[in-house]
């Protein structure tokens, strides 16, 4: 069968016509109508489906690209405002630690004042007292003298001439 | 003579009959043309052209059925010349290097999955495009024409330069390259594809049932296989043309 098959074709090429290597006109038809193709195909199919493909491609770039502006763009609100938040968290805190430290300086200024104002008037009644005593010596010596000259007196019975 | 009996009745079942070398021929005035290969190479053209006209009847932006065959196929066909060509270049030679990979594709596949036989014609058999030397030898010419257009397009005649590149000592073999590289490429897919086509139809002649079922899956794994060599080749050899070899040592 086989043998039947390859004589067929070796008598075919010995005929000069047919056979496996038999070039004639099929070759340049072949080529042209490919080239018509390549065109038709280019026309039909290569540019529309290209343009779809490239469409679509450019759609869903430009749509991630908004959707990463958006979220930068969030991300960016989103950090602005903890920073704000931070902000405001450090300067109530600022607030709160001023407000204490001049209370406490309030109080301190309030208490020296009026701890040197106890000691100024404790100074000053010490003195009056102090004076007070004096005075009361004095007054009390005076009346020691009299009562010691009284007792004298009484004493020799006759004044004693001053 | 029992078994010869045997034979001779298989020999008159329709499908089992082998046909090389024999043509279909029409006549254009005095050249001869192989009729059987142009009518299966216009229904592999029909095929591509009533694809891409469904594919883009109505075209939309979330594709579907044939659409996104096709748009996965044009895909497919950009990566292969990106690759080849390079990312600045590969455009304008998608056409080219898409519908070699298709018309081979679809050639091969027709003539693996056809039952073409059951088709009569006068003489010969219907069979791939891709089967006939002729075809082939078409494709691969033309394979060449593109590249050294593509060569000359883009540097004139210091595509030339390409020759003793990147030693003036390398110019024969460059030369021979260009013999080649057609011959080659056109003697690579006629050979695989009659071989697969002869090698199921023995095999049919042998055993009718069953056991040529793997050897035509094989075929079908090689038809594809071999579009895709050609294409791949055909844009590796554009891509070599259009390279750039001299000052601006860019990335290739």
């Known amino acids: 069968m086989i043998h039947s098959t390859i004589l067929l074709a070796a008598e075919a090429a010995a005929e000069g016509k047919g056979g496996l290597f038999d070039i004639d006109a099929t070759l340049p038809i072949m080529a042209i109508q490919f080239l018509v193709l390549v065109a038709v195909l280019n026309a039909l199919f290569y540019k529309p489906i290209g343009k779809a493909i490239d469409d679509r491609d450019a759609l869903i770039r430009s749509n991630q690209a908004e959707a990463k502006e958006r979220l930068a763009k969030a991300e960016a609100m989103a950090k602005q405002y903890e920073q704000e938040l931070a902000d405001t968290r450090r300067q109530a805190q600022k607030v709160i630690a001023d407000a204490q430290a001049e209370a406490q300086q309030t109080a301190a200024q309030q208490m020296a004042a009026v701890q040197q104002e106890a000691q100024v008037q404790r100074e000053q009644v010490q003195q009056q007292l102090d004076q007070q005593k004096q005075e009361a010596m004095q007054s009390l010596e005076q009346q020691v003298e009299t009562l010691s000259r009284q007792i004298l007196e009484k004493l020799l019975g006759a004044p004693l001439a001053g | 003579m029992e078994t010869l009996n045997a034979l001779t ?218 579009a895709l060599i050609f294409a791949t080749l055909a844009a590796s050899y554009i891509g070599e043309a259009m390279e750039d070899h001299g000052e601006g040592h860019e990335e290739h």
């Open chain 2, 9 to 226: 009745t298989l020999n008159a079942f329709p499908l089992a009959e082998l046909e090389v070398g024999k043509q279909f021929y029409w006549h254009l005035g005095n050249l001869e043309i192989h009729g059987q290969i142009l009518l299966t190479s216009w229904f592999v053209i029909g095929v591509l052209v009533i694809a891409s006209i469904l594919a883009t009847r109505k075209i939309q932006m979330v594709p579907a059925g044939t659409q996104n065959l096709m748009e996965y196929a044009l895909e497919f066909i950009r990566d292969l010349t990106k690759t080849q060509i390079g990312e600045k270049e590969y455009r304008p030679w998608v056409p080219f290097i898409g519908t070699l990979f298709l018309f081979i594709f679809i050639s091969n596949w027709s003539g693996a999955l056809i039952p073409w036989k059951l088709i009569r014609i006068p003489e010969g058999e219907l069979a791939a495009p891709t089967g006939d030397i002729n075809t082939t030898i078409a494709l691969a010419l033309l394979t060449s024409l593109a590249y050294f257009y593509a060569g000359f397009k883009k540097k004139g005649l210091g595509y030339f330069g390409n020759y003793v590149q990147p030693v003036a000592f390398m110019l024969p073999f460059k030369i021979i390259e260009d013999f080649t590289k057609p011959l080659s490429l056109s003697f690579r897919l006629f050979g695989n594809i009659l071989a697969d086509e002869l090698v199921v139809a023995v095999l049919v002649l042998l055993v009718p049932l069953f056991i040529p079922l793997p050897v035509m899956a094989l075929g079908l794994f090689t038809s594809a296989i071999q």
